[in-house]
């Protein structure tokens, strides 16, 4: 009888705690990979402008905007320079939880490889971390997101978290300034 009250003991304490800590309870949550607020965030795995691999995983440690657009998109490139002002102002700010600075890892969903670069360059989008497939709406990202408008995005914290989706303009910026320490 001692071992099962011991055991009932243990089992209380087990869910009071998980109650108590909801904070643990959320991240707990966050090993699902899904595309919600608290979910990881599924890995990407596409080629940049010159072929090379980025994986979405690489950059981790850091505060980054998932970004899907493409150069044929008139709203995209009307964000585009949203998105710059974010890359500059937050690239270099520790943010919180001793994240090391904001990235941006652009997905595009163009078809042609000229198109793609020649709108990297004119819109001034000076990050590295451009990818894609060629694909367009095929794209193996667009397919894993879910994406079917652009422009769209998803803010993923240090450890691949969700923790914000398709901000744009001023709400971009309002949610990393709340974020930078």
């Known amino acids: 009888m001692k071992k099962q009250n011991f055991i009932l003991f243990v089992m209380a304490l087990v869910i009071t705690g998980g109650f108590l800590l909801s904070g643990s309870v959320c991240r707990a949550t966050a090993q699902n990979v899904g595309l919600n607020i608290g979910d990881k965030a ?42 710059v002002k974010a890359y500059q102002d937050f690239k270099d700010k520790k943010m919180k939880g001793g994240k090391k600075g904001f990235k941006v890892y652009s997905v595009s969903l163009d078809r042609n490889m000229s198109d793609w670069k020649n709108a990297i360059e004119q819109d001034g989008l000076i990050w590295k971390e451009h990818v894609s497939d060629l694909k367009w709406w095929s794209s193996a990202a667009a397919q894993t997101y879910k994406i079917n408008s652009i ?4 803010l993923i914290d240090g450890d691949g978290i969700i923790i914000a989706k398709n901000l744009r303009g001023e709400d971009l910026q309002t949610q990393l300034r709340a974020l930078a320490n």
């Not at 691999?53 to 044929?72: C, E, R």
């Not at 422009?151 to 998803?154: A, G, M």
């Open 151 to 154: 422009p769209s995005n998803y």
């Open 42 to 83: 599924p890995d990407i795995d596409l080629k940049d402008p010159d072929g090379n691999t980025i994986k979405l995983s690489s950059l981790k440690g850091y505060m980054v905007l998932i970004d899907f657009w493409a150069a044929w998109c008139g709203p995209c490139r009307r964000e585009n320079p949203n998105v």
